[in-house]
């Protein structure tokens, strides 16, 4: 879905390094999440927020920080980057209205943590 | 909170043949219902969902059944094609556009 935009698409880094990963959408969602998924494994959810000034931890944040810069944009951050980091990062959004809207994800970030 | 369960955790099936996911959930306060279906590498994207106030719910050669009493609900893909190969996820939610509690997923393998 072109809606929601994930950058880097791919990224190594080394033990220690502190990397952020991006997420932008143009739904106009209010909500947005971030999940990891390890290989041949489910979505764990690590942040959510439902406005600009809402962020709430999910099931696994530790290591992990966020910033939610406008309704567009999620961001998270690995403060100091450690191997079993390496997964797949996906961000979603969701829409709170009268009918409401399910998720949508973006295209994923590939981190390697060496 | 939320618990998902889905079975089974891998499924082979012949080129033609149906095949039945399920998954049952805990909170019965929840009312919403998507599946994704997981491409190797790709995004999760949503198939097929379900609200409460239905009890199936069909997409050319999906459906989705829902058991508000029992709390299951099953995805059932009919005319099964190799396309169809892909890892399918199951979630639970309050309402639509609230978070989602996901099931553990099920690698579907069509066999030509």
């Known amino acids: 879905d072109a809606d929601v935009t994930q950058t880097p698409r791919n990224r190594i880094t080394k033990t220690g390094k502190r990397i952020m990963l991006e997420c932008s959408q143009t739904?106009?969602?209010?909500?947005m999440y971030w999940y990891r998924q390890d290989p041949g494994l489910g979505l764990q959810l690590i942040y959510y927020?439902?406005?600009?000034?809402?962020?709430n931890k999910g099931e696994i944040s530790d290591g992990y920080s966020v910033s939610r810069q406008a309704q567009a944009k999620f961001s998270l951050s690995l403060e100091s980057a450690i191997p079993n980091q390496t997964a797949l990062y996906f961000c979603?959004?969701?829409?709170?209205?009268?009918?409401?809207?399910?998720?949508?994800f973006g295209p994923g970030t590939r981190l390697t943590v060496l | 909170g939320e618990n998902v369960e889905q079975h089974p955790s891998t499924l082979s099936v012949q080129e033609g043949d149906s095949a039945v996911i399920k998954c049952t959930y805990s909170?019965?306060?929840?009312?919403?219902f998507p599946w994704y279906k997981q491409e190797l590498g790709k995004r999760p994207q949503l198939i097929i969902d379900?609200?409460?106030?239905?009890g199936e719910k069909k997409d050319q050669r999906i459906a989705v059944t829902l058991n508000k009493t029992a709390k299951h609900f099953s995805l059932h893909i009919t005319e099964t094609q190799p396309e169809d190969s892909a890892v399918y996820f199951c979630?639970?939610?309050?309402?639509?556009?609230?978070?989602?509690?996901f099931g553990g997923g099920t690698r579907l393998m069509v066999k030509p």
């Open positions: 979603a959004t969701s829409d709170f209205g009268l009918a409401g809207d399910t998720q949508y």
């Open positions: 739904k106009g969602h209010d909500r």
């Open positions: 927020s439902f406005d600009v000034k809402d962020i």
């Open positions: 909170d019965s306060a929840s009312n919403y």
């Open positions: 379900i609200r409460s106030n239905v």
């Open positions: 979630a639970a939610s309050l309402y639509a556009g609230n978070m989602l509690t």
